[in-house]
């Protein structure tokens, strides 16, 4: 079955702790992309990859790091930098090369600061 | 820099009946593409409809239509026949067509479905 993972479901850091969240996809898409989502608003993009070994920051960039060195593979880690971390992060994926443009999301990771 | 506009948090129909999402965006790109995506309370993102805005006809899906407006840059959604799995948050987003095609997200509207 083609589609994108995450993982864990839920998360729980305790305040000064990393933690990583997990996005797998295989659909042998080109670009990934993280979001966040807060009740009541939107979602925000974190960061995004259109190649392996490259990455650039989104919207709300601060206190997140990504690396992508497998196409297949786009892990963000939330660092203790990162204020309020207690949201719902969705990851997406998309083939460039087509005219369809559509993302497809994972099932998102809960992320509870204790 | 792009925004999308989603003035109605919440939305409430009857079964069966019409119902109408608004959307407004702005941006100084000619060529984009806007979406709806439905999360439903399992929080899976699941699109919607689609439209590229150098297409002038309206985009339909099923039950799912949209009125898309460029020179007001109005995008909404009208589901005919609601039905009880249509309730969810519905997101209107925006994205160019060249680069990484970043989505841009409006606020979302929760709509509930009356029995």
Redesign the interface.
């Known amino acids: 079955d083609g589609g994108i993972t995450q993982s864990p479901k839920y998360l729980f850091r305790k305040e000064g702790q990393n933690v990583t969240l997990s996005c797998e996809q295989n659909l042998n898409h080109d ?1 990934m ?1 993280w ?1 966040r989502q807060d009740p ?6 974190i960061y ?1 990859s ?1 190649i392996v070994n490259d990455f ?1 920051k ?1 919207d709300i960039a601060e206190g997140y790091s990504v690396s992508r060195e497998k196409k297949e593979s786009f892990p963000l880690t939330v660092t203790s930098a990162q204020k309020n971390p207690t949201a ?1 992060y ?1 990851c ?1 994926s ?1 083939n ?1 090369g087509t005219a369809v ?3 497809f ?1 994972g ?2 990771t809960r992320l509870t600061v204790l | 820099a792009q925004t ?1 506009t ?1 003035s109605q ?1 919440e939305m409430s129909v009857q079964e069966a009946e019409t119902v109408t999402l608004s959307c407004t965006y702005d941006t100084s790109e000619s060529d984009y ?1 806007l ?1 709806w995506y439905k999360q439903p309370p ?4 699941i ?1 919607v409809i ?1 439209q590229e805005a150098y297409k002038q006809q309206n985009a339909t899906e099923n039950r799912f239509s949209v009125n898309f407006q460029k020179a007001a840059k109005s995008f909404s959604l009208k589901i005919s026949d609601s039905q009880l799995g249509d309730a969810a948050m519905y ?1 209107c ?1 925006y ?1 160019i ?1 060249q ?10 509207t929760r709509l509930t479905i009356n029995p």
């Open positions: 670009a992309y979001y009541g608003q939107g979602l925000r993009l995004y259109q650039q989104g719902f969705l997406a998309s460039l443009n559509e993302q999301f099932p998102g | 999308v989603q948090p593409y979406f399992s929080r899976q993102m699109l689609r997101f987003a994205s067509i680069g990484a095609q970043k989505l841009v997200f409006g606020q979302g």
